[in-house]
């Protein structure tokens, strides 16, 4: 395994405690390039790995013939491992929108944590999380609402980081969004306001519930869409929903 050194991307200990943690290790991945359009980060993209191990997923993420990468791999004792420059377009969100924008490779950088989806994720790896979260969103000027989950911008065919990640505790800290008590409103347009690529409100209420009500079952009801609303509300931008 390559030595920990400084890499691109954990630029400012100022910003974030990395001065009494280890470095990410750089493990280069090749499969990346550079990010189109002029575009720059303005999302963080969280993923679990689905895979049996950090070092099973590490070497897939690395591997030509994977066509996958993401720019940080997060293990589950905290290791953290750094593939794809933050400068340049990992390969790691795919087909999918968000804000009503396409190519969230090129505007955003993706997070891999080492996770199957059916446990918790640790302690460790979460405080680990934190950090980089930290360190990456005082850099790149990222807000709360710009840290979103795979699920969140490809619904219809990705459930991670799924209903066992701990998006209240990033919350907590200004790293992600919560929403509060509010009125009921239109689900499909307040989905649409705040991000979601309103064109599967099955899938929208899956990945949704996912996020913000893991206990939830059965049919949309007036707590989805107060909860729906006040995100639009407070975090949305106008813009009409597509019709299905």
């Known amino acids: 395994m390559a030595m920990a050194m400084p890499v691109a991307g954990i630029r400012h200990p100022s910003v974030a ?12 991945s090749p ?67 968000w804000l009503g924008r396409g190519d969230v ?32 969103m005082a850099r790149r000027s990222i807000q709360p609402q710009g840290v979103i989950g795979h699920s969140d911008m490809a619904p219809s065919r990705k459930f991670d980081p799924g209903p066992r990640f701990d998006w209240r505790r990033l919350a907590r800290q200004g790293m992600a969004v919560w929403p509060e008590a509010g009125q009921p409103g239109d689900f499909g347009a307040d989905a649409a306001r705040f991000g979601y690529p309103v064109n599967d409100m099955g899938a929208i209420l899956s990945a949704f519930r996912a996020r913000f009500r893991p206990q939830a079952q059965g049919p949309l009801d007036d707590d989805d869409r107060a909860m729906m609303a006040d995100l639009a509300m407070r975090f949305g931008v106008d813009r009409i929903a597509p019709t299905s």
């Open 105 to 136: 490779n090129s505007r955003s950088i993706g997070i891999e944590l080492d996770n199957r989806g059916s446990h918790p994720f640790s302690q460790p790896q979460m405080c680990a999380l934190e950090r980089l979260l930290s360190d990456i």
């Open 31 to 97: 499969n990346f390039g550079p990010r189109r359009d002029g575009l720059t980060p303005d999302l963080v993209v969280l993923h679990f790995t689905a895979m049996r191990s950090a070092a099973e997923a590490l070497h897939r993420l690395c591997d030509p013939v994977s066509e996958v990468s993401a720019h940080y791999l997060i293990g589950g004792d905290g290791a953290v491992w750094q593939m794809v420059d933050e400068e340049m377009r990992a390969w790691h969100a795919g087909a999918g929108e």
């Open 17 to 28: 405690p990395w001065t009494t943690e280890p470095l990410p290790v750089w493990h280069p």
